[in-house]
């Protein structure tokens, strides 16, 4: 007889623009829900305790109203407290959001970006946040020069030459954990020191460079307990070359991918 060992639903893609005078608070928030009262909609069709997933997208937007902050973390945790709040049949929530990132321009005109952004997550139980995670994604940086990669491997598979000072381009992933929820440093900060760290480490590798991005990172902040990474090799094909100047073309598939994991 099949026996359900985890079972949670919820709502994706809930959007929220919060304006108030030239103030924009903007992110994409998913929330999943758990609870053993929830476990009869599944055995048994039973609904009478399902919040219907429509009514978590109201309530998210309605929180929303009431949030005065900049954080990400702290509108989620917000959320997730609330919800916790008014329905007691809920055990925990599952609450993650991505920052819908604008760019001031002029005036009251923004321009929406549709890379590098913020996001987090967040486990909220009855005892409070037993677990917790944030980060940026989509950094897609380039250096122009003082990246090498040689002395690897070579055997009968090797065709890839060796670089002593070549173009880098990755697509990099960066998140984070800390060892007190309520200490954490700006977002915006530590994309600084990882950008800081790509400019002026003459890395022997992406492995190298994600390794002092992450070193640094928790030397400077003492608020962060564990540092992931995870890159992915996008370095530039040569087109062409003349008097100095090379012509590159995107990078095609497959690509290198590397990840690291750092704790103090």
Not at 61 to 69: I, P, Y
Not at 216 to 243: K, V
């Amino acid at each position: 007889m099949a026996q359900p060992v985890a079972h949670s639903y919820g709502k994706s893609a809930v959007t929220v623009y919060r304006v108030e005078g030239d103030r924009l608070f903007a992110c994409e928030v998913r929330m999943l829900v758990s609870g053993d009262a929830f476990l009869s909609s599944y055995t048994e069709g039973d609904n009478s305790l399902v919040v219907a997933t429509d009514s978590m997208k109201n309530f998210v937007q309605q929180t929303a109203l009431d949030f005065r902050g900049e954080s990400l973390e702290d509108f989620l945790a917000l959320a997730a407290r609330r919800f916790l709040d008014r329905y007691e049949h809920v055990d925990s929530v599952r609450i993650e959001g991505r920052e819908a990132t604008f760019a001031q321009r002029a005036g009251l005109v923004r321009q929406r970006l549709y890379d590098d952004h913020g996001f987090a997550w967040l486990d909220v139980g009855r005892s409070g946040i037993r677990r917790h995670r944030s980060g940026r994604r989509a950094l897609h940086l380039v250096k122009l020069s003082g990246s090498s990669f040689a002395g690897f491997v070579r055997d009968e598979f090797t065709t890839l030459p060796e670089s002593h000072d070549r173009p880098l381009f990755v697509h990099l992933d960066v998140e984070w954990t800390h060892a007190d929820f309520e200490r954490r440093p700006a977002v915006a900060d530590v994309r600084q020191l990882v950008v800081d760290t790509f400019a002026d480490l003459h890395s022997a590798s992406i492995q190298h460079l994600v390794h002092e991005m992450g070193t640094r990172a928790l030397e400077r902040f003492d608020e962060i307990d564990e540092i992931e990474f995870s890159a992915e090799n996008r370095l530039w094909d040569t087109a062409d070359q003349r008097e100095g100047a090379t012509v590159y073309t995107d990078a095609r598939p497959p690509y290198g991918e590397i990840h690291l994991v750092l704790r103090r």
